[in-house]
C-alpha cells in the first residue's frame, strides 16, 4: 500500500487525531514568545479548572489564591496511587473514562485515568515527534515494545487491521533470546520501516546481535527512538553503528506522555504546548516537576515524576520555538546512598564498565549500606584483576568499607512493565 494512500486511509479511521496533529503543527510555528505566552494562559487554566472541579486540588490549593505557580504544592507518585478518584474531574463523563496502568521504572504500579481524546492527543504528539527526524505520515514504523497490556489487541500498539492502514508492526519485546534477536533483525530487513521505536535496552541488545552477525540494516531507516529507559552514550553509539542512522531519544511517561522529543541536531526539545516542564533542587538533585496543559479530565499539576534533569538557555539550529532541557542520569530511586550519608547518581557506577565489550547487560543492586551487586550476563567471567579493580573503584569513589559481590545470571529480570533498570538503589 503506497504511502499517499495509507495516509489518507489512517486520517479517515483517525480523524481526531489528525485534527490534532494538524493544531499541533501550528503551534510549533510560532514564535519562542508565543509559544511561551500560550504555556502561561494554559497553565492559569489548568489551575483553575483543577480548584474548581477536581476533589484533591480543591483541598490542596484551599488558601492559596493568588499564590505564585512555583509556590503550589507538588503532586507526588503517592499521592496519585492513594487519592486517585479523587483526582478525577467532577464534570467527566464516566461512560467515557478509562483506568490506564503504568510500571513506571521500578516496577511499582501506578493508575490514572484517561479517555480516547487524551489517547488520540497522545498518538498525535507522537507524530509530530517523529516528524522531526524527517518521517512523514505514511511511512512504515516499526516498535519494539515490552508492556505486554500495549501489544494485545486494543492496546496502544495492538496489532490488527489498523496498523496495516498506519504502516505500524510491533514486536513484542519481552523474552530475549539469539533466536529472537535474529527473528527481529530479519523482520527489519524484511518489511524495511523508516523508523524504529522501542525501549533503550531492547534497542541496544538487538544493536549488538546485528553487529555480532553481521546483518546489514535497509537503507529505508532514516531513524531510531529510544524510550522509557535512560539512554546511556554508549547505547547510542552502538545502535547508530549497527542500524546505519540516527539515534533520537525521546521523554515521557504514559500518565503525561510527549513531554520531550530530540531532533536531528541533538538537541531535547520540551512540547510546552503540551508540558509546563520546572527543574526543582529536592533532595540534593535537580528533579523534573511535569504540568499537563491538556489533560483536564486528571490534572497533573506540578507532578514529581521522579525524573532528574536541567532546563537549558539558548535557541536551536533547527528553529523549533520549544524550550530546551537535558536529562540527568537517573529517576529518584536509582540513587546509591552510603553510611557517610552520601547519594550518589547512577553514572558513578556505570563508567566502571567503560570498553568492556563482553559485558551484554548489567545491573547494580544495592543491598544495604555496605553492600552492593553486580548482576552481569556476560559472554565470559572477569578476570580476578578486573574484579578488584571495580572493588577498588567503589571504595575510592563510593565508599571505602562498601564490598561488590559480582553475580553472573542467564538473564536479568526486568520490572512488570518490561523495562531494564541499571542501577536499583535502596528506596
Known amino acids: 500500500m503506497i504511502r499517499p494512500l495509507r495516509h489518507w486511509l489512517h486520517a479517515r479511521q483517525h480523524p481526531l487525531r489528525y485534527a490534532q ?13 508565543a509559544v511561551l505566552k500560550k504555556q502561561q494562559d494554559e497553565l492559569a487554566g489548568i489551575v483553575a479548572h483543577a480548584c474548581q472541579h477536581v476533589p484533591y486540588y480543591r483541598e490542596r490549593f484551599a488558601g492559596l489564591d493568588g499564590a505564585a505557580f512555583h509556590d503550589l504544592p507538588i503532586l507526588t507518585k503517592e499521592a496519585v496511587a492513594s487519592r486517585l478518584d479523587d483526582l478525577l ?4 463523563d464516566r461512560a467515557q473514562v478509562k483506568l490506564g496502568h503504568t510500571g513506571g521504572s521500578t516496577g511499582k504500579p501506578l493508575a490514572f485515568w484517561y479517555d480516547q481524546a487524551k489517547h488520540e492527543l497522545m498518538r498525535a504528539g507522537m507524530m509530530r515527534g517523529f516528524m522531526m527526524s524527517g518521517w512523514r505520515p505514511g511511512q512504515k514504523v516499526m516498535y ?3 508492556a505486554r497490556h500495549d501489544t494485545r489487541k486494543g492496546g496502544v500498539f495492538g496489532g490488527g487491521w489498523g496498523d496495516l492502514i498506519a504502516a505500524e508492526k510491533t514486536i513484542t519485546a519481552v523474552e530475549y533470546s539469539e533466536a529472537k534477536l535474529h527473528e527481529w533483525a530479519r523482520a527489519i530487513q524484511t518489511w524495511r520501516p523508516t523508523l524504529l521505536y522501542g525501549y533503550a535496552s531492547a534497542m541496544s541488545e538487538l544493536a549488538r546481535y546485528i553487529l555480532a552477525s553481521r546483518m546489514p540494516m535497509p537503507d529505508s531507516l532514516i531513524g531510531v527512538y529510544s524510550t522509557a529507559e535512560m539512554l546511556a552514550d554508549s547505547q547510542r553509539e552502538l545502535m547508530q553503528h549497527a542500524y546505519a542512522c540516527k539515534v533520537f531519544n525521546q521523554y515521557g511517561c504514559r500518565e503525561v506522555p510527549n513531554i520531550a522529543w530530540e531532533c536531528r541536531h541533538g538537541h ?53 520555538p520549544f524550550p530546551l532541557m537535558e536529562m540527568g542520569m537517573c529517576r529518584q530511586n536509582d540513587l546509591i546512598r ?87 538503589g535502596m528506596g
Open 144 to 146: 519494539f515494545w515490552g
Open 338 to 424: 552510603t553510611r557517610a550519608g552520601k547519594t550518589l547518581h547512577p553514572a558513578c557506577f556505570n563508567r566502571l564498565l567503560y570498553g568492556m565489550t563482553q559485558i551484554r547487560q548489567y545491573q547494580w543492586v544495592q543491598r544495604d549500606l555496605t553492600r552492593i551487586e553486580l548482576n552481569l550476563v556476560s559472554a565470559e567471567r572477569l578476570s580476578a584483576e578486573v574484579a578488584a579493580t571495580l572493588q577498588a573503584g567503589i571504595h575510592r569513589d563510593v565508599d571505602a568499607g562498601m564490598t561488590l559481590e559480582i553475580r553472573y545470571l542467564d538473564e536479568i529480570p526486568r520490572t512488570a512493565a518490561g523495562k531494564h533498570r541499571f542501577v536499583i
Open 21 to 33: 496533529l494538524d493544531q499541533l503543527l501550528r503551534n510549533q510555528s510560532l514564535s519562542r514568545e
Open 268 to 320: 531535547m526539545h520540551v512540547f510546552a504546548d503540551l508540558v509546563h516542564l520546572e527543574s526543582v533542587a529536592i533532595e540534593g538533585e535537580d528533579r523534573f516537576l511535569v504540568t499537563s496543559l491538556t489533560n483536564r479530565l486528571m490534572p497533573f499539576i506540578r507532578y514529581d515524576i521522579g525524573d532528574s534533569g536541567r532546563l537549558l538557555d539558548g535557541e536551536c539550529e533547527c528553529g523549533s
Open 89 to 92: 474531574s467532577d464534570d467527566a
